[in-house]
């Protein structure tokens, strides 16, 4: 029976089994390719086996190395309840927190809420990823999620602490030399920012009964903030929280014979840091923060 593993080479295993290329698991691991190389060496003279081959662009499972890589997750899985679990019995408040929000809300609204939060609690640490993909609070890469929608995932709990309004605004010059739409079918004649591969904005047009493709944008970029500060610039007509959007002096509010929708704010992390009290402090924190926003 083999013994012993060395746990870095099994993390070792699992990186370069998603990513595809030793420089790739580097990237995502913060490695070095030729140590990455060396760990997946000694794993496989400690096995006796061959964990990968060769492909065109980097290396490809070998049928035990599909086999055995399972096996690795499951383990994985097994490290991270491990610690989770420890977490959640954690009786002190001081400590780093992870939260994950997006990057609207992590430009415009969560700075004076941790500045807040920083201020009631000084012993805790906030490291904040700044991004619009769905992060795995299962694989500790969040602590906490703040979301527009209400994540699906197993072993969560989650809690609805409130709903953002949406608005239409563009700037002061865009309008005056293009005018303000009145209805939704006015939209066709305006420049209007959009998402680029996100088809968010289409399936609302769709859903409001303007049915365009991506096309209609004459701008377009998946990153919110780079939107918004496309509608200040005077580009065309964009989309943003109302509250955000009254706040800039640049654009002006346009209001439409179409509702615009609200969209909701769900806080969320893993049940196992329930009874964190950091965890639990900064959840009830945010969750009465954002009821006013």
């Known amino acids: 029976m083999i013994r012993d593993f060395d746990w870095s080479h099994l993390q070792t295993f699992l990186s370069v089994a998603e990513h595809g290329t030793l420089s790739g698991a580097a990237r995502a691991t913060g490695g070095s390719q030729p140590t990455m190389g ?33 096996h690795a997750r499951a383990m994985a899985t ?7 679990t420890a977490s959640g019995r954690s009786e002190r408040i001081g400590g780093t927190i992870r939260i994950t929000a997006s990057e609207i809300m992590s430009t415009y ?18 490291e904040l990823v700044s991004s619009d993909r769905s992060e795995n609070l299962l694989q500790r890469e969040a602590d906490i999620a703040i979301r527009m929608y209400r994540p699906t995932q ?18 002061h ?12 079918e006015e939209f066709r004649s305006h420049d209007v920012i959009g998402y680029d591969r996100s088809e968010v904005m289409l399936r609302g047009f769709a859903e409001a009964g303007l049915h365009v493709d991506r096309h209609f944008f004459g701008f ?7 939107g918004w500060q496309m509608v200040i610039a005077g580009f065309g ?5 109302l509250e955000i959007g009254l706040a800039e002096p640049a654009v002006q509010r346009i209001v439409t014979d179409t509702p615009m929708p609200a969209l909701p704010i769900w806080l969320t992390a893993h049940s196992e840091l329930k009874t964190s009290r950091r965890v639990r402090r900064v959840f009830d924190f945010l969750a009465e923060a954002l009821k006013t926003h």
């Open 38 to 70: 060396r760990h997946i060496a000694a794993l496989e003279d400690q096995l006796g086996v061959r964990l990968f081959d060769r492909a065109p662009h980097g290396l490809a499972l070998t049928p035990t190395g599909a086999d055995l890589v399972e």
């Open 78 to 84: 097994a490290a991270n309840q491990l610690s989770l």
């Open 109 to 126: 609204t969560l700075p004076a809420i941790l500045t807040a939060l920083h201020r009631a609690e000084p012993e805790i640490e906030v």
């Open 154 to 171: 197993a072993d969560v709990f989650t809690k609805k602490v409130g709903d953002l309004q949406l608005a239409m605004f563009a700037a």
């Open 173 to 184: 010059d865009y309008i005056a030399r293009r005018g303000a739409p009145t209805t939704l």
């Open 220 to 226: 377009r970029c998946d990153s919110q903030v780079v």
């Open 237 to 241: 007509i964009g989309f943003n929280q």
